[in-house]
């Protein structure tokens, strides 16, 4: 269970944020970020400056509120805890409006209404927008994945002959993998931020975030499409282990029959 603060210790004269989400890896360690004045031990959070960062464990950090001063000595304190570090990164900004007089939620014009300012409403925003940092991330990879099987799939629909070899075959499905792990196991996108345990006020808020970003959606649809993926793979695959084996079968043919011609021509000498 999440532990978290009262807002006191951390709080902005702004009406408006910027909140900023970056893919930064595959994970970040976050044993020895921890601070006193931490809000939040899962996902860390902690004031900067006059903002707030959220460290997500499965690679995204958040950053609100924090001028571009800020955000670097940040990222240069995080970066080296960061594991399989990309070298493009993800990234996703909103802006947060804060007055006491709008409904939570997301407006016309894209902006987030979060009304009165507390961290607790900033940790609902941080999660939903990591999420989606996140997909965006498993979608552009998964992407590439798809561009490369597509063609293939056409060129043996198209010629009957199946293209590329093994090799290639088994990267793809091992960049398939890598991306369905992190959906799986790093992002749990159908997983509620912690914080609504302690206050289920919040759900609300979240559940608009969901639907704006269309977390359970984009994350139902990427899985679809690594199921094709794996599947299209599995069938190239298996053709080139038949055509391997029918040229194995072709040899030891050969080799049989040249046995017997060998022992013919010896028969015939004698």
């Known amino acids: 269970m999440m532990t978290i603060r009262p807002p006191e210790p951390w709080t902005s004269g702004s009406p408006t944020l910027t909140a900023r989400a970056l893919v930064l890896g595959e994970r970040i360690d976050t044993a020895g970020l921890e601070r006193g004045d931490a809000l939040s031990a899962a996902p860390l959070s902690f004031p900067a400056g006059d ?5 997500f464990r499965y690679g995204v950090v ?9 955000e670097a000595a940040a990222l240069e304190r995080i970066l080296p805890r960061v594991q399989g570090l990309l070298s493009e990164r993800e990234e996703e900004r909103i802006q947060l409006a804060l007055r006491d007089d709008q409904d ?20 609902v925003v941080a ?10 991330q498993d979608e552009r990879q998964a992407g590439k994945v798809f561009d490369t099987v597509e063609p293939w799939a056409r060129q043996l629909a198209d010629t009957g002959r199946s ?30 931020p912690d914080i609504l345990w302690e206050r289920p006020d919040l759900e609300r808020l979240y559940a608009r975030l969901e639907d704006e970003y269309e977390l359970v959606e984009r994350a139902e649809t990427l899985a679809h499409k690594l199921d094709l993926i794996g599947e299209t793979v599995t069938v190239l695959t298996d053709l080139i282990d038949t055509n391997r ?19 013919l021509i010896q028969m015939f000498r004698r």
């Not at 939570?104 to 940790?123: C, F, Q, S, Y």
């Not at 999660?127 to 965006?136: F, H, Y």
């Not at 084996?245 to 022992?263: K, N, S, Y």
């Open 104 to 123: 939570e939620g997301v407006g016309a014009d894209g902006i987030v209404r979060i009304g009165a300012l507390a961290p607790d409403k900033l940790l």
């Open 163 to 192: 293209p590329g070899g093994r090799r290639d075959m088994l990267k793809l499905i091992g960049s398939a993998l890598l991306v369905q792990h992190r959906l799986a196991e790093r992002v749990a996108v159908r997983e509620k």
């Open 51 to 55: 903002g707030l960062i959220v460290v």
């Open 245 to 263: 084996a029918l040229r194995l079968e072709a040899i030891v043919v050969g080799l049989i029959l040249a046995e017997i011609a060998l022992t």
């Open 127 to 136: 999660d939903a927008l990591a999420k989606s940092a996140a997909l965006a």
């Open 62 to 70: 958040v950053l609100i509120g924090l001028d571009a001063a800020a």
